[in-house]
């Protein structure tokens, strides 16, 4: 068994402190990085849309513009890049798609032509994807080389990760990462959905058969750390835990730790009533993803398995041997 990297976020590059750059800094990943990054003593510019404070080292874009000023991310080691329309906001409109389609294309590809034009370049860029890459796929293991599904998810990560080529063909290291659900206690979909089964309303969803590929909050910091470091990671990589289950053993695991019935099946139809498109894509499709690359890699998750994770992120107790 390959021993355990213990990538440092703060790790020194070239003999000085390093200098990431990260865009959606303020969002549920983008804040526990950067508290990560500069807890292990790496110097973060925070991209974002208001006036930087002065002095502050972060930099201001518009990416609807397509402005983002080289000379501020002059010095930049790293880049990761995570901003982007919310999926789950509300029901795929024609105004919605278009909206998450172009907040992913247009700033990841502003990213990485301003990264390509950086002299000297960064080393690494490594952009959010999602497993929405793998399409509706049943009980059918996918990793990295698999191929692309089908649909709308589909077609807009395939554009999201192709987005990244001027990076690539500057000589940076491009890393895209298929992410999947995020387990976390304090935003995501994890409190929405736990708010549900407290109220004793939750259930398993459609056929309950279907695939969930998950990765709790800090498992996920750790491996965008991984990646930043480890040289020989580029292309995509599968960010979810090598655990997948189906709906009805996640809901049975919730439930579990919550110490909550799950009596209330979601029927298919109704989940297409209430929520369109936007619910089937993402409560009845399958994606039984492995996150092989990263295992590859020598990285190991601190919550492989899906009540542990579930019960770190909802602050529950550890399960007790031979008990619930």
């Known amino acids: 068994m390959a021993a355990e990297p ?8 070239r003999g000085r402190a390093r200098r990431i750059a990260v865009t959606g800094a303020t969002g549920l990943v983008g804040t526990a990085l950067v508290r990560a990054l500069r807890d292990g003593g790496a110097a973060v510019a ?3 849309r208001r006036t930087p404070t002065p002095g502050s080292g972060d930099v201001q874009w518009d990416p609807e513009r397509g402005r983002l000023d080289p000379a501020a991310m002059a010095g930049v080691d790293a880049i990761v890049h995570l901003a982007g329309e919310r999926i ?9 798609r278009a909206r998450i389609r172009d907040s992913r294309v247009r700033g990841t590809r502003l990213v990485a032509e301003t990264a390509a034009r950086l002299d000297p370049p960064p080393r690494v860029l490594v952009t959010a994807s999602a497993i929405g890459y793998y399409g509706d796929r049943g009980a059918e293991l996918l990793t990295e080389a698999s191929p692309p599904g089908a649909g709308f998810l589909a077609d807009v990560c395939r554009a999201w990760e192709g987005a990244a080529e001027a990076a690539g063909a500057a000589g940076i290291r491009v890393v895209s990462l298929r992410i999947g659900l995020i387990l976390a206690g304090h935003g995501g979909a994890l409190p929405r959905i736990a708010r549900v089964f407290r109220l004793g309303a939750g259930g398993v969803v459609g056929s309950g058969e279907q695939y969930v590929s998950w990765i709790g909050l800090e498992d996920l910091v750790r491996a965008i750390a991984c990646v930043l470091d480890a040289e020989a990671l580029a292309g995509p990589v599968n960010a979810v835990a090598p655990a997948p289950v189906t709906n009805r053993e996640f809901t049975r695991a919730l439930g579990r730790v919550l110490g909550r019935p799950t009596p209330l099946p979601l029927p298919a139809w109704a989940v297409r009533l209430l929520l369109g498109e936007m619910g089937e894509r993402l409560l009845l499709d399958s994606a039984r993803v492995l996150p092989r690359r990263l295992e590859a890699a020598g990285f190991r998750f601190h919550h492989p398995d899906l009540d542990g994770a ?5 602050g529950r107790p550890p399960a007790v041997r031979g008990g619930p």
Do not use: Q, Y
């Open 6 to 13: 213990r990538p440092e976020p703060g790790a020194r590059a």
């Open 310 to 314: 579930l019960r770190a992120a909802l």
């Open 88 to 96: 789950d906001g509300g029901r795929w409109t024609a105004v919605r």
């Open 46 to 48: 925070r991209i974002g």
